[in-house]
């Protein structure tokens, strides 16, 4: 967002010369900066933890809390908004009354000059009215998606596993949606409305409280039993609409995240039927809330003509009578029709109201979301970091009752190269993930240099331990930018050095746009291995002190994963490192390897002790070199392996496990 004003009058309060600004013009220019509000930086800071003002549950009136003032003046205009627009007929009724029944010229011409006075001065206004109004509610929708991106950024893993992404992307389009028209039109509506109501009902009564009182008596039994019944029809339609777009989004967004398998496995038919099913539910549901509507509008148009009808009857008797002026009953029968348009718009907007109330509820609860891996309130920095990593009776359980990982007992030293390896579903990324933070266990303590886990700033734990997941994740930017990821300020040297150190210098050199190539749209198609490769320098470049490699050399070919191998000493060196290794070559390098299995630790040791231990791993080992692994000099000998076993490896685990 540009905030020019606030800058630039900051280098002017500082003292320092209008560069560039020709000198006749720095008077202006400088008036021009007197008048400008100051607008402040917006402030986009990031914690995580919830502070006391985000922990407060969300309500429109705390929201619009710190725009009293705009919002008091909005209100103001919308005040003489309605009163030039409805003050026509009064107009009117004096203009007849006083002006061509008395046959005095001057009150008509006096009345048709008011009467153009308030037709511009509405004209006026309502332009400022829109264009203030639409601007305050374009600032509302700002500020709650930058908090809305901030609360999503700030919650823990677990939420995005649980919580489906169709479900996130709804609020972040169709809710706030409804937010953005309650905020630009919808509340201002209702205001406007809800005073020309009001200043009409007041014009009635003034002119004449018993027609006034007849005609309300008359019509508004009426109109409250129509509306009300639309309003609970259009809140049942309302709903299955919702609940129906919630599905197709779901179902748009898992197909359109698995294309590549429905291509796969030929089932765009299917799938197409299926959402064609799901379109089909949303437009039903939307053709019910269309049909009330057809119904509610000429129902209140047909009271409105029996309105006037009543109007036209008994004001011809009062006129008769001589209890009204002619020019009074053609006000009323202005001022009827003005009642009309307010109820129906009110009845309208209160479609947009309610979908802007369920979306505030949605976003109450979900703004109440605590971050399930909290930052303790008395947290501490954790200091320049060892590396040394214990797990005390670790025990965890994605769903409570049913523990995938329990009773884990580790401890590694600073500087420490440790391997997991096991088949899969063993526990071997959760047990990472533990000790990276990314939950909490649910039994038990894991400690870095000593220190709980959960007594330490996220901030410091994170800056100093990194995870590199099987799935390298890339962003749409440049080769550069993806690379230098926990550290944007590095140097294009930096970068350099971190793709020499896994190998892919060359492909950046042979790029012809090199480490600016963006890495989606229009950008190089990486293969797999190649992402993984960027994914390894980023973990270079962050240079952590502790580093998990979550199978992250798995979809390396076997030519390329040697030159990892030989990067992964440079990369590991004075670090403590846990790999996750699918491929034995990989984990041979550690210091030691713990074999997980069902949650736990059912072998740690050396490779040569494990070995000897003739056990599981001793088993995978075996069926290894067996399948052409060729056995690396330990340690700190070549690169070793070239084989089929290398893939085969895990895949024998299995077997192994399963008898
Ligand atoms: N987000 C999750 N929610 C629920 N269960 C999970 C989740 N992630 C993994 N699991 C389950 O936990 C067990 C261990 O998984 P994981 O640690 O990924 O194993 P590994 O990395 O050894 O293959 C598996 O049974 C898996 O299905
Ligand atoms: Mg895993």
New binding site residues.
């Given amino acids: 967002m540009w905030r020019g004003g606030g800058a630039f009058s900051g280098q002017g309060q500082g003292g320092l010369p209008f560069a560039g600004i020709p000198e006749e013009l720095r008077a202006h220019a400088q008036r021009l900066l007197d008048a400008e509000p100051e607008h402040p930086e917006p402030v986009v800071d990031f914690d995580h933890r919830m502070s006391v003002e985000d922990r407060r549950p969300f309500t429109l009136r705390r929201f619009f809390a710190p725009h009293k003032g705009a919002i008091a003046l909005a209100l103001l205009l919308v005040a003489i908004e309605v009163v030039t627009e409805q003050i026509g007929p009064l107009l009117l009724q004096i203009a007849i009354d006083h002006g061509v029944v008395a046959g005095d010229g001057s009150v008509i011409a006096t009345t048709a000059a008011l009467f153009v006075l308030a037709v511009i001065g509405n004209y006026v206004t309502r332009a400022g009215r829109i264009a203030f109004t639409a601007r305050l509610g374009q600032r509302l929708l700002y500020r709650l998606r930058v908090r809305l991106f901030i609360h999503y950024q700030r919650q823990s893993l677990?939420f995005y596993?649980e919580e489906r992404s169709g479900r996130i992307l709804s609020r972040m389009t169709s809710d706030v949606e409804a937010l953005q028209a309650l905020f630009t039109e919808g509340l201002v509506q209702m205001v406007v409305q809800a005073g020309v109501l009001v200043f009409v009902v007041g014009m009635l009564f003034w002119m004449n409280p018993t027609l006034a009182l007849i005609l309300l008596v008359g019509i508004i039994p009426p109109m409250v039993l129509l509306s009300n019944w639309f309003r609970t029809r259009s809140d049942v339609a309302f709903l299955k609409v919702r609940d129906r777009l919630a599905d197709l989004l779901a179902d748009l967004s898992e197909n359109l995240a698995g294309m590549r398998i429905v291509k796969a496995h030929n089932r765009q038919r299917h799938n197409a039927v299926r959402h064609r099913d799901k379109v089909g539910e949303h437009l039903d549901a939307n053709l019910e809330g269309v049909r009330y509507a057809a119904w509610f509008g000429p129902g209140m148009d047909g009271i409105g003509i029996a309105g006037q009808l009543v109007v036209l009857v008994v004001g011809a008797r009062f006129v008769a009578d001589g209890r009204m002026g002619i020019g009074e009953v053609g006000a009323f029968v202005l001022y009827l029709n003005s009642l009309f348009v307010p109820v129906q718009h009110l009845v309208q907007q209160y479609t947009t109201y309610q979908k802007g109330r369920a979306a505030i509820v949605r976003f109450r609860e979900l703004f109440a979301t605590e971050p399930t891996v909290a930052e303790a309130d008395d947290a501490y920095d954790l200091g320049d970091l060892g590396g040394e990593i214990e797990l005390e009776r670790v025990g965890f359980a994605?769903?409570p009752g049913q523990p995938?990982?329990s009773g884990v007992d580790l401890r590694l030293d600073a500087g420490e190269v440790f391997a997991l390896v096991?088949?899969?579903?063993?526990?071997?990324?959760?047990?990472a993930?533990l000790i990276a933070r990314f939950h909490d266990p649910t039994q038990g303590t894991v400690r870095v240099d000593g220190h709980d886990l959960r007594d330490v700033t996220l901030d410091s734990l994170r800056s100093q331990m990194v995870v590199v997941p099987q799935e390298p994740f890339l962003f749409a930017t440049s080769i550069r930018d993806n690379i230098a990821f926990a550290r944007p300020e590095s140097s294009d040297e930096d970068v350099m050095a971190a793709c020499r150190a896994v190998g892919i210098d060359d492909l950046i050199e042979r790029l012809p746009q090199g480490l600016d190539t963006p890495c989606h749209e229009r950008g190089v198609a990486l293969s797999a291995g190649e992402r993984q490769l960027i994914a390894l320098a980023r973990a270079f470049v962050a240079q952590p002190k502790v580093l998990i490699l979550?199978e992250a050399t798995s979809n390396l070919d076997l030519g390329t994963e040697s030159k990892v191998e030989a990067a992964l000493d440079r990369l590991l060196e004075g670090r403590t490192a846990i790999l996750?290794a699918h491929r034995l070559s990989t984990a041979m390098r550690a210091d030691r390897i713990a074999v997980?299995d069902e949650?736990g630790i059912a072998e740690l040791g050396s490779h040569d002790e494990l070995v000897d231990l003739d056990g599981r791993y001793a088993r995978l080992f075996a069926t290894w070199v067996e399948h052409g692994g060729h056995v690396r000099q330990r340690p700190g000998g070549p690169a070793p392996l070239h084989g089929a076993g290398a893939q085969n490896a895990m895949f024998c685990a299995r077997g192994h496990t399963r008898r």
Avoid: E, F, L, R
């Fill in positions: 677990d596993t994605y769903t995938v990982v096991g088949p899969t579903g063993a526990g071997k990324s959760t047990i993930k979550d996750i997980v949650g």
